[in-house]
């Protein structure tokens, strides 16, 4: 039975992508075509009315009721000068609002700047001028945040900030809206409810959203965001990942400000005429008593979420759980397993793309431990991790690897894989690679190592597995973090001239945790609590290091660039690090401190906590 089910599976999968391939490329290749993300919700709201469209906090929305509320602060941005080629950036905690508001200023003709809400300061200045924001809807939640960079920003007060109370369970915290900023939901009480017609005029080849990514270099880069890339990306992965049905209903707890929260999460249920049932934030001890109290038969994923489920004990809400299909990203081999085995998860769809690249990978062909396969044309080429660089033969051409061996990804750029960049120029001319296999060709590079393997018998498609990030970036707490931007803010501290930032490996735990190194002066006392104080003041959560090595010498290139492999590799293994002193700051700890011998123990056997 097992082995006709998984038949059956393959057959639709392969019916669908028959279905579906001529009409991505079309739609891919003609950027005028009247469909959007704005559409394609309206689309569904006919055809669904009546369906349960969000379920968050105690509230639920059909996809008719919800619809009437979008379009009541559509029309109200609408009626202050707000639409087509403006850019709204929106700041507030994933809940129902959210995505009130992202359909809102898409609807109108708007791009949506979706803002990680975890950031302050100076970094929040950036994102929002990164898009040229025209406007910014702060949840109440966030407005102090906000608040305090006001002065630093060109938006006009009692204008151009929107003011959105929360309707979940903190409602009763966020007191009224500031003199600073418009109260949303108090204006859209007066506005119609029926769809706008400028809706219908929004062409595919407009920026729908702005999504963030943090590259090698400098602060997060805003990705542009097609609506005929997110329709695509809903529509693709509905079809061929989540064989996404009317009456599945989706388990969401993580940040829709990301793309595979966003993408293949919500506006692939929004297409299908799905259910969501939308989280705050993720809580490993709350996940199964809520998948089987809301009956969520779908949830979209990151490694690092499904590890912390696989570490947790056995509960009844797990057995005989209704979860039977999972799409997501950074699934690791041991937790695979566990999934398939221990939760009996029938479908794992594991995807590979980014925010702004030009391609993706899916296993829609439901096989162990793969990114599945492509339909773009890729390439993987030898990589010098060590200097940073691609390999090139005596001809100037990049090298393929062989089978098996890891490669960094490369994917040709064309009229149907177009490379939408960033809003700045030049970090756009930086991801694109020339003269690859043959003189002319352009390629996007995707900084990543990926190897081709061998999954049997898969109707003659590739499949890959994903190993590594290169360069400067890593991942740590399902972000990825840019050594240069942590680097530019630790660099501020009066005691360090030239702070080296790199991941480091720690048993057990997805990605990698943030370790800084820098030359101290011997004669001298590192100041930790203005260390301290300056993470926490400048950097998020997931940004802020783990741990600290204060070097006898820093060690350099002819060029000045930092030497990172092997201080990579020496991490904070004390028979590595010679007289070197180490700080740690501890799971669940409110200060760093020195490394001792009982917590490094813990750290390489996998139980620090983490």
């Not at 904070?572 to 010679?578: F, T, V």
């Amino acid at each position: 039975m097992a082995l006709l089910s998984k038949t059956r599976e393959v057959a639709r999968v392969m019916r669908e992508l028959r279905k579906l391939a001529p009409g991505l490329k079309l739609r891919l290749a003609n950027s005028k075509a009247k469909i959007s993300l704005g559409t394609v919700f309206e689309s569904a709201v006919e055809r669904y009315p009546d369906n349960t469209m969000l379920l968050f906090e105690g509230s639920q929305w059909t996809y008719a009721e919800f619809n009437a509320e979008v379009n009541r602060l559509a029309h109200l941005l609408s009626a202050r000068g707000l639409g087509r080629g403006d850019t709204v950036a929106l700041f507030m905690e994933n809940r129902a609002e959210f995505v009130l508001a992202m359909l809102a200023v898409v609807k109108i003709g708007a791009a949506a700047s979706l803002i990680n809400n975890s950031l302050s300061g100076a970094a929040l200045i950036h994102c929002i001028e990164a898009a040229a924001a025209n406007a910014c809807i702060v949840g109440g939640e966030r407005a102090e945040v906000l608040a305090e960079v006001l002065p630093e920003l060109e938006l006009v007060q009692g204008s151009d900030y929107y003011w959105l109370a929360d309707a979940g369970d903190q409602k009763s915290e966020q007191g009224e809206a500031p003199q600073w900023a418009v109260d949303a939901r108090a204006e859209m009480e007066s506005m119609p409810t029926e769809n706008l017609p400028q809706t219908k005029e929004i062409t595919a080849g407009e920026a729908a959203l702005y999504v963030y990514t943090s590259g090698t270099t400098g602060l997060p880069k805003a990705a542009v965001v097609k609506h005929k890339k997110i329709v695509a990306v809903g529509q693709g992965t509905g079809a061929l990942g989540f064989l996404t049905q009317p009456e599945d209903r989706l388990y969401l707890c993580l940040p829709i400000y990301h793309l595979t929260a966003m993408g293949p999460g919500l506006i692939n249920f929004i297409f299908a005429g799905g259910s969501v049932y939308l989280r705050r934030s993720f809580s490993a001890s709350s996940f199964w008593p809520e998948v089987r109290k809301y009956q969520t038969n779908c949830f979209v994923y990151v490694g690092e979420v499904c590890r912390y489920l696989a570490m947790q004990p056995v509960c009844e809400e797990e057995r005989n759980n209704p979860l039977q299909k999972m799409l997501g990203n950074g699934l690791r081999p041991d937790v695979w397993d566990e999934f398939r085995n221990r939760f009996q998860v029938e479908r794992i769809c594991e995807l590979y793309g980014s925010s702004e690249g030009n391609v993706s990978f899916m296993n829609f062909l439901n096989k162990d431990k793969t990114i599945g396969a492509s339909l773009s044309k890729v390439a993987l080429v030898a990589y010098d991790n060590e200097n940073d660089e691609i390999i090139r033969n005596d001809r100037g051409h990049c090298i393929e690897v062989p089978v098996g061996e890891p490669g960094l990804l490369l994917a040709k750029i064309t009229a149907l894989t177009e490379f939408d960049g960033y809003t700045n120029a030049e970090a756009t001319a930086s991801k694109i690679v020339h003269d690859v296999l043959k003189n002319g060709d352009q390629w996007f590079n995707t900084g990543d190592l990926i190897r081709q393997i061998d999954v049997g018998f898969a109707m003659g498609l590739k499949h890959f597995q994903f190993v590594d990030r290169t360069g400067d970036t890593f991942r740590w707490r399902a972000e990825n973090v840019s050594t240069n931007e942590v680097a530019e803010v630790l660099n501020s501290h009066p005691q360090i001239d030239m702070a080296n930032v790199y991941g480091v490996e720690v048993p057990g735990i997805e990605g990698r945790a943030g370790m800084v190194a820098f030359e101290l002066a011997d004669d001298v006392e590192f100041d930790v609590q203005a260390f301290q104080a300056l993470v926490e003041r400048e950097l998020p959560a997931y940004a802020q290091p783990v741990f600290i090595r204060l070097l006898r010498n820093a060690e350099t290139t002819v060029t000045f660039k930092l030497l990172k492999g092997e201080l990579r590799e020496q991490a904070y293994h004390r028979d590595q690090i010679a007289d070197d002193t180490i700080y740690v700051r501890k799971p669940r700890s409110s200060a760093y401190e020195l490394l001792d011998k009982k917590f490094y123990r813990l750290l390489v056997e996998g139980q620090a906590g983490y």
